[in-house]
């Protein structure tokens, strides 16, 4: 909580001397890297000293004191979610023993992170499959120069995995971000044991499947 109280105090330096929101951000960050209060925080906190706004700390409030958000706690929620981004809000209240709003809270208005769905993406390649396109490619411009008709044959082509089963949605993969951090990134199918590599290419005389229906076993 120092910390934070520390960086209040920079902003109304920044106030003062009449240095943009933006600019007096990127110096936070620049300096407090990982523990730099969120971008909306800096900005509610800028308008408040721009406004007339003094105190630093956070005014008394009605109500019993919040005994949970201590910096411990806020260490070991950032901890754990950086070691399993998975967690839901539950899981880190029972690993924290604190309640649920207090977890909501740190992670939301303290860390500043936020639940995010993987953002989908048409495939996923190992290395191993990546050196078998290489492959494919360099005989397709072999091909090429030995006939050098083959490549205008060609009018189409198209390949995709087709898995047994897909294991998690996009939502079941969310994972909790900051707010500076890329979303998480999901295969449209998730990897099964056994799947098949379908390649379809349409030339002006006839459909043919090289390679067709290639069992692979991970």
């Known amino acids: ?3 934070i109280v520390e960086q209040r105090v920079c902003l109304k330096f920044c106030v003062s001397n009449d240095i943009s929101c933006g600019e007096s951000l990127k110096m936070l960050r620049n300096t407090y890297g990982e523990w730099c209060i969120s971008k909306t925080r800096a900005y509610e906190w800028y308008k408040a000293f721009k406004e007339g706004r003094e105190v630093v700390v956070d005014l008394p409030r009605s109500g019993r004191p ?22 839901s809000l539950r899981e880190l209240a ?12 740190i992670l939301i208005h303290i860390l500043g992170m936020k639940r995010v769905a993987a953002r989908l993406v048409p495939k ?23 006939d050098p008709t083959f490549m ?4 189409t082509g198209d390949e995709t995995w087709v898995y047994e089963y897909d294991m998690q ?24 044991k056994i ?6 290419f ?14 692979e076993k991970q």
């Not at 205008?152 to 009018?155: D, L, Y």
């Open 124 to 146: 996923e390649l190992n290395f191993v499959q990546r050196a078998q396109r290489k492959h494919v490619a360099e005989d397709l411009v072999s091909r090429a120069s030995t």
């Open 195 to 200: 799947k098949v590599m379908l390649t379809v």
């Open 66 to 87: 919040s005994t949970a958000t201590t910096k411990e706690n806020i260490d070991k929620i950032k901890k754990l979610v950086l070691e399993n981004r998975r967690m």
């Open 169 to 192: 949605t996009s939502q079941q993969s969310s994972e909790w971000r900051l707010e500076n951090e890329p979303k998480p990134k999901k295969p449209r199918q998730s990897r099964s």
């Open 1 to 3: 909580m120092e910390n």
């Open 94 to 105: 029972s690993e924290v023993n604190i309640s649920f709003k207090s977890v909501h809270n």
């Open 202 to 215: 349409l030339t002006t005389v006839v459909w043919f499947i090289p390679n067709s229906f290639q069992r």
């Open 152 to 155: 205008k044959r060609i009018i």
